[in-house]
C-alpha cells in the first residue's frame, strides 16, 4: 500500500511514518512506502479556528487520493484557535486520512500560545515565521515546530503531529467504527 502525505515538509512525513508503525499494519493491508506529495491546503496560510484547520487536512488528504498514486491519502494541518472557557490563543494540529470510501480525523496536543505570539499571530502574521523571529532562527517549523519550543522539547512537532495521524487512523485500525 502507497501512503501519500499531503505535503513537502520532512517533519509531517516522519509524523505519518511514526503513526503507521505505532498502529501496525492499516486495514488495507501492508504500508508499503510513505511519500511526500506537494498539494495545496486550500486554506489560509495560518489557518484559524477549529473548522478551517480541519479543511486544511481534509483537502490535503483528497488531494493526494485525487494524484491516483496512492492508496491512502493524508492530510496535516496546524492552525491556531480558542477553547470556549478557557483563555489565549492555542496552535492546534489536526490530521486526515482519506481511502476515497472513508475519512478520519483526529487532533494532536493543543498548546498555549504566549500573549506576545498570540498577538502577532492574530494581527495577521504566521507562526512559524513569529516563532523564528521571536527565537532569532530560522526554520523552526521544520525541526521541532513551535510545540517543541513550547515545551522545551517535550512534545516536537513530529510527535504532536503523529498524535493527531494515530487519531485519524482510527476508522482504519479498530473494530468500533
Do not use: C, I
Not at 503513526?19 to 506537494?38: I, K, P, Q
Not at 486544511?56 to 493526494?64: I, M, Q
Not at 492546534?92 to 475519512?103: E, F, I, L
Not at 525541526?143 to 522539547?153: C, D, E, P, Q, S
Amino acid at each position: 500500500m502507497r501512503v501519500g502525505v499531503g505535503s513537502g515538509n520532512p517533519v509531517k512525513r516522519r509524523a505519518v511514518e511514526r503513526a503507521l508503525e505505532a498502529d501496525g499494519d492499516v486495514e488495507h493491508g501492508t504500508v508499503g512506502s510513505v511519500e511526500s506529495v506537494r498539494v495545496d491546503s486550500g486554506v489560509s496560510e495560518q489557518p484559524t479556528g477549529h473548522a478551517e484547520t480541519v479543511a486544511g487536512a481534509e483537502n490535503r488528504a483528497a488531494a493526494v487520493l485525487e494524484s491516483g498514486e496512492y492508496d491512502l491519502g493524508v492530510g496535516l494541518e496546524g492552525g491556531v484557535a480558542r477553547f470556549e472557557g478557557v483563555d489565549g490563543l492555542f496552535l492546534v494540529m489536526w490530521a486526515s486520512v482519506d481511502d476515497g470510501d472513508r475519512v478520519g480525523r483526529g487532533s494532536g496536543p493543543s498548546l498555549r500560545l504566549p500573549d506576545d505570539v498570540a498577538d502577532r499571530v492574530e494581527s495577521g502574521a504566521e507562526l512559524g515565521p513569529v516563532m523564528d523571529d521571536v527565537l532569532d532562527t530560522t526554520g523552526v517549523a521544520r525541526r521541532g515546530g513551535a510545540a517543541g519550543v513550547l515545551t522545551n522539547g517535550g512534545v516536537d512537532r513530529a510527535g504532536a503531529l503523529s498524535a493527531a495521524v494515530s487519531g485519524a487512523l482510527g476508522p482504519f485500525v479498530s473494530d468500533l467504527y
